[in-house]
């Protein structure tokens, strides 16, 4: 009869260990998935103005990288 008990009792702990791990994932890949995209794209400088822009907004030309079409065509800064 005891035995029956504690089988039971481990049964239990089983179940609710699943659970709990399965919340822990559910939460932690949520997680992981939202911080991705803020992480891959990378920040450039215009050449010209100095302004900070992500590179997929912004005018490469060639080594350069400018945050417009104006300001690409403008070329480096002078000095
Ligand atoms: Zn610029």
Redesign the pocket.
Known sequence: MRNLLIVILVFIGIWWARGALRRFKAQGGLRRKEARPVSAERMLE??????IVPESEGVRAGEDF???EA?RSAGRRAG
């Not at 215009?46 to 302004?51: D, M, Q």
């Open positions: 215009c050449r010209h103005c100095g302004l400018y945050c417009c300001h």
